[in-house]
């Protein structure tokens, strides 16, 4: 077995909710750091009249379809958070996110000269991980 990787995704938005989904089928450990009190990305930050501009069949995960309650074609943004809220349980990812944990920094750190200087051409050995690098995040 490889050398255990811990998992760091920020912001429980659509693609935080689907980043985390991913990596728990992939047997990963995640944890999701979101800055707010809830999850929903720019769904949660929104003014009252906010819709979908695409019909929400267009609009949804390919795994997990909108309830049929929703009967608009351009549901609003409550309606958009109730499906996301949905989501996260239904894949228990709500267990995974660490609300009002907002990351202020990220940094990579490194003993190897070479590495921390082609860390941006992935560790400057193929590999999306370097061998000898870590990721600490400040939250």
């Known amino acids: 077995m490889g050398r255990y990787k811990r998992i760091s995704i920020i912001g429980a938005g659509i693609s935080g909710l689907i980043a985390c989904k991913y990596t728990l089928e992939k047997g990963f450990s995640p944890i999701v750091f979101e800055a707010r009190s809830g999850l929903g990305g720019v769904w949660s930050q929104t003014i009252e009249s906010t819709k979908l501009q ?3 069949d ?5 795994d997990f379809s909108w309830s049929p309650a929703v009967r608009w074609t351009y549901p609003d943004h409550t309606k958009v958070l109730e499906y996301l809220q949905a989501y996260a349980v239904r894949f228990n990812i709500l267990p995974r996110i660490k609300f009002n944990s907002k990351v202020i920094s990220i940094d990579y750190v490194t003993s190897a000269a070479a590495d921390l200087l082609s860390w941006d051409l992935w560790g400057g050995c193929g ?13």
């Open 54 to 56: 695409t019909p929400k």
């Open 58 to 62: 267009f609009y949804q995960f390919s």
């Open 127 to 139: 590999e999306p991980f370097s061998p000898s690098g870590k990721w600490h995040l400040t939250v």
